[in-house]
């Protein structure tokens, strides 16, 4: 059974920095893209950052120089550090997992992000 377990979550007022951890286990970590996505109170989920299996990133533009995601593929970790912090970065973080091309995804519950102004 895969599980997702999302950690590091928390308060931090505007111009700080999270660090955010996900634990995989349950899969064949190496085979999985990996990403990490986000919801703010009233909106769509929607993507922060991926890596590859090969290590490539890829970011959304409202991140892009500020977050930095990263994966040990031996310990089956994600991680996302989040600086320079902004109020609009609040939300729900996500973890997720995904094989290329396989339409099926698992998510891990979540952990809560609140940057005060």
């Known amino acids: 059974q895969v599980q997702l377990v999302e950690s590091g979550g928390g308060l931090v007022q505007a111009g700080g920095s999270l660090r955010l951890s996900c634990a995989a286990s349950g899969l064949i970590f190496n085979m999985y893209v990996m990403g990490w996505y986000r919801q703010a109170p009233g909106k769509q989920r929607e993507l922060v950052a991926t890596i590859t299996t090969g290590k490539s990133t890829n970011y959304a533009d409202s991140v892009k120089d500020r977050f930095t995601i990263s994966r040990d593929n031996i310990r089956k970790m994600v991680y996302l550090q989040m600086n320079s912090l902004k109020p609009e970065d609040t939300g729900v973080y996500y973890c997720?997992?995904?094989?290329?091309?396989?339409?099926?995804?698992?998510w891990g519950q979540g952990t809560q992000v609140t940057v005060s102004s």
């Open positions: 997720q997992a995904q094989i290329r091309g396989n339409p099926d995804a698992h």
